[in-house]
């Protein structure tokens, strides 16, 4: 089982080495938190994609399809990495702490799912997969913003990365699944409790990270571009 203990210790070790560093004006404990985001999204990634190119893709599984070793150490990864990000958003000054943590709430309750009972994991690697691509950029920009330094080459990137990603290519694959659901409606009634309420749970992750992603794609154009949204209105 992965080591629960791990992202907080690379928090601690962060955070006091940026401790000494004083003549940086900026928030140290804030800054240890990226570093450990950071580290999470990317070897995600780096797991991940080995995963998505040796099993079929699947976006419903019927048949009880065995959950491989590595999989499931990417989930005790994953859970290990939210469980602590919970925690670390509490004690930082972070804005809009409490709906990362309520992001994570969620994401925990559809990782445990098929982490512990084996639903519909290869779903649940695509889901981080999307989720995570764009996280090494997503940290670097956080990171920008915290020493009050602008970069329009590093945004731009940022922007559209987010647009193709969370903008077309998750609502798309949203939009496969509420597909699959339909067409298998009779299949699933025969499912247990708990295969139906992970799927409740997944489209629930599914429509509120399009909507989150939808709203901040909107934000971060009229901030790039320096378009009054009053104007517009």
């Known amino acids: 089982m992965y080591n629960y203990a791990s992202f907080m210790m690379i928090f601690i070790v ?8 004083l003549f940086y004006k900026y928030d140290k404990i804030i800054s240890a938190n990226i570093y450990v985001r950071l580290i999470h ?37 994953s859970i290990a990495y939210f469980t602590w990000d919970c925690i670390a958003l509490i004690i930082a000054n972070e804005d809009e702490k409490y709906l990362f943590i309520a992001h994570h709430i969620l994401s925990l309750l559809g990782i445990f799912f098929a982490w512990y009972y084996g639903i519909n994991w290869y779903l649940i690697c695509v889901g981080l997969f999307v989720g995570e691509i764009t996280n090494p950029l997503t940290q670097i920009s956080t990171f920008y913003a915290l020493i009050d330094r602008k970069d329009l080459l590093i945004e731009k990137i940022y922007f559209y990365s987010m647009l193709i990603v969370r903008g077309f290519i998750l609502p798309i ?22 295969y139906q309420l992970s799927l409740i749970v997944n489209y629930c992750i599914m429509i509120l990270i399009t909507h989150s992603s939808v709203l901040w794609i909107h934000k971060k154009y009229l901030l790039i571009y320096n378009i009054d949204d009053k104007k517009m209105s």
């Open 14 to 21: 962060t955070n006091c080495f940026l401790g000494p560093m």
């Open 41 to 77: 999204g990317v070897g995600c990634i780096d797991y991940l994609i080995p995963v998505l190119n040796k099993y079929p893709i699947t976006i419903l599984d019927f048949e009880d399809t065995p959950m491989p070793e590595e999989v499931s150490l990417i989930f005790d990864r």
């Open 173 to 194: 694959f949203t939009l496969l699944y509420m597909f699959e659901v339909y067409t298998h409606y009779d299949k699933i009634l025969h499912q247990s409790s708990i």
